[in-house]
């Protein structure tokens, strides 16, 4: 009697046995989960690429290199370069395009304006999913606590039929619900630790990106004004 019961409450029969909805809203939190994981190591090395052209942008460029040799390779090699150099690029073309003797102040205006568009463009590819994975770590355990409940009601109302309810029979309807709120809580954990950790990581480059163009503004007008 021990092997049945051990049977019964296997996590794949538990699964099998669940109601018609309770099986939905298992299957609905699996493929939002995996979808989630696929975001999340995305934006993994998506982010973590960044910062690292990043860095390697700023030590390049505040050691003096030539802003036009930095432009060409930029130009280049575009598909390779990161957020930060592709910022760089469109300010400093934009300033190259005003002839000497221009308004400075216009001229600046402009220059600001070509690498604000530009800083839109990049931090909305950074931030890309990420309101999915918010989305995700908000809604996937009350999908979960839906299917529990469910399985619970059900569970209950198979009771009216028995005259002496006993935990085995209880037990199975109560085990398979609940695996719902833990499948939800599985999506719901890892999705809201990423979306916590990548919105960071994103706040700290539009920082760094903001203070870059304010400091190339002036890096520029130095310059149109030398």
Do not use: C
């Amino acid at each position: 009697m021990n092997t049945t019961v051990t049977q019964d409450m296997s996590f794949l029969h538990l699964i099998s046995s669940a109601s018609l909805l309770v099986q939905l809203v298992m299957l609905i939190l699996v493929m939002i989960s995996l979808l989630s994981w696929w975001y999340i190591f995305r934006k993994l090395f998506v982010i973590r690429y960044e910062i690292k052209k990043t860095d390697e942008f700023e030590d390049i460029f505040w050691r003096g290199a030539d802003m036009n040799a930095l432009y060409q390779r930029t130009i280049n090699s575009r598909y390779e370069s990161g957020s930060l150099e592709r910022i760089f690029a469109a300010g400093f073309s934009e300033f190259n395009k005003h002839p000497a003797g221009s308004d400075l102040e216009a001229v600046m205006e402009s220059t600001r304006r070509a690498m604000r568009a530009t800083y839109q463009r990049e931090m909305d590819y950074l931030e890309s999913h990420l309101s999915f994975l918010a989305t995700v770590g908000s809604v996937s355990p009350y999908i979960g606590l839906l299917g529990t409940v469910w399985g619970i009601m059900n569970s209950f109302r198979s009771l009216a039929s028995i005259t002496q309810a006993t935990i085995a029979h209880v037990a199975p309807g109560i085990a398979e619900a609940l695996i719902a709120t833990a499948m939800g809580l599985f999506a719901a954990i890892p999705a809201v630790v990423a979306y916590n950790r990548y919105a960071s990581r994103t706040d700290q480059l539009a920082t760094r990106f903001e203070s870059f163009m304010e400091e190339l503004s002036n890096v520029l007008q130095r310059r149109a004004a030398g």
